[in-house]
């Protein structure tokens, strides 16, 4: 299956436009800040938080990057406006980070000070295994002046414990994930159970610590597994924060909230959600055979 998943993701590109968005609809709030509001304002009513982002990635020319950070400011706006809850994510390489760290950095400044006024808060997207390094100098970086940032690790890095010890004597806010990134093996577990092996350790090191962690996982092992840690460590709600993306798992969204847990669903927006829902699946091949499937159903 693995091989056919990589032939379905690299013909991707030649299926039609109006077919993909199929599948995506489900994953993204749409194109426009309308759209990504009036999911917010649906998501809030159902009890749940929200992360917002901007699609876009690798950009080429600082003018999208200038555009992203005019989106998030007017995106900071209109939540603080509607009163909202509703927090932002942002991908580096959006804001220029393969461009000039240097310009990156001051992008990430101009976003998080928009959200230091209206007290709320930016958390930094991680990217692929060549972007980790520049990521979290980014973010000590920006530690130094601000309190409304936090960043990801991914359980599937071969490096992350040791990024997570540097993190947890820091106190930082961090989203642990299993990462989407398919990597060499030099650098990133391939396999299954010690990726969950990996992201349980990782979790205990972040919550004894007294670190804010969003547990970002649809594995119902591992929010079983953090359910553990939570009661072990006698953690409040407020401690922590259950994370998933939209229209992923809906059911297991409902019951890690009846248990009284708080959940943030990280939902997408923007005019950019073809090119990157093309890489997305190209840099993880095994979602194309669900996307396939999706599209066929539909």
């Keep these: ?19 993909v968005s199929v599948f995506a609809k489900p994953y993204v709030a749409g194109e426009t800040l309308s759209d990504q509001l009036r999911v917010i304002q649906e998501l809030n009513a159902q009890g749940l938080m929200v992360a ?11 003018e999208e990057s200038e555009q992203a950070i005019r989106d998030y400011q007017q995106c900071l706006d209109e939540i603080a406006a509607r009163k909202l809850d509703s927090n932002i994510h942002t991908k580096p390489t959006h804001l220029g980070l393969k461009l000039d760290r240097e310009f990156c950095y001051q ?17 930094m997207d991680m990217e692929d295994s060549p972007c980790i390094d520049e990521t979290l100098e980014l973010y000590y970086r920006l530690r130094e002046d601000f309190d409304n940032v936090g960043v990801v ?8 414990l040791a990024d997570v010890r540097k993190l947890a ?12 990134y398919l990597e060499p093996r030099e650098v990133a577990y391939t396999d299954f159970r010690i990726i969950q092996e990996n992201y349980a350790m990782l979790l205990e090191e972040l919550l004894s610590a007294g670190c804010y962690v969003g547990i970002a996982t649809h594995d119902e092992l591992l929010i ?16 922590y924060e259950f994370q998933m993306l939209h229209g992923v798992e809906l059911m297991l969204r409902r019951t890690v909230r009846s248990q ?3 959940l943030r669903v990280a939902v997408p927006f923007g005019p950019n959600w073809y090119p990157y829902s093309i890489r997305r699946l190209r840099k993880n091949p095994a979602i194309a055979g669900y996307v396939l499937k999706a599209v066929f159903k539909s």
């Design 52 to 62: 917002s982002g901007i699609l876009g990635e690798f950009v080429t020319r600082r």
């Design 107 to 123: 992008n990430m400044r101009r976003i998080l000070e928009h959200a230091k006024r209206y007290g709320n808060f930016m958390r």
């Design 169 to 180: 004597a820091a106190k930082a806010n961090v989203r642990l994930c299993k990462g989407v």
């Design 153 to 160: 690790i991914q359980a599937r890095m071969r490096r992350s």
């Design 260 to 262: 009284g847990h708080r």
């Design 1 to 19: 299956m693995g091989a056919l998943d990589s032939v379905i993701a690299a013909s991707l590109p030649l299926v039609p436009k109006a077919l």
């Design 224 to 239: 079983w597994e953090a359910c553990r840690l939570i009661d072990r460590l006698g953690l409040k709600p407020h401690q």
